[in-house]
């Protein structure tokens, strides 16, 4: 067996595929990564939606557009501050800060989605 390679039987019994670098040597994706990610996925499902169209060809309703946007917005906010909150503690990554930025432009045009979709209130 080739060290630092995990089995599969060792770990959940089941037929001994290699799974990866032992327990402690996994490399450990941030969540930050993983809220660009999903954030950029939003992004595209907006944009294919009409979310930038005039309402009339909009393909979902505006309260979705609404929920999805401001999902996107939280989500990539939070990645945000835990890359910030990261880098305060670890000290600069340039991969990390790469993240960083990602999350911050979409948690912007994000909100600018939601602020622009936001119907004016009528007096």
Not at 36 to 52: E, M, P, R, S
Not at 63 to 92: D, K
Not at 115 to 122: E, Q, S, Y
């Amino acid at each position: 067996m080739t060290p630092g390679l995990v089995m599969a039987h060792e770990t959940a019994g089941g037929p001994g595929l290699p799974t990866g670098l032992a327990k402690d040597q996994r490399l450990k994706l941030p969540f930050s990564w993983m809220a660009l990610g999903v954030g950029l996925l939003i992004a595209l499902l907006l944009l294919k939606t009409g979310a930038l169209a005039p309402e009339a060809a909009r393909s979902l309703p505006l309260l979705t557009l609404l929920i999805v946007a401001e999902f996107g917005f939280f989500l990539t906010a939070i990645g945000a501050g835990l890359a910030i909150r990261h880098l305060l503690a670890q000290g600069f990554d340039v991969a990390l800060s790469i993240a960083l930025a990602g999350c911050v432009a979409l948690a912007g045009g994000f909100l600018w989605l939601g602020l622009r979709l936001w119907p004016a209130a009528d007096s």
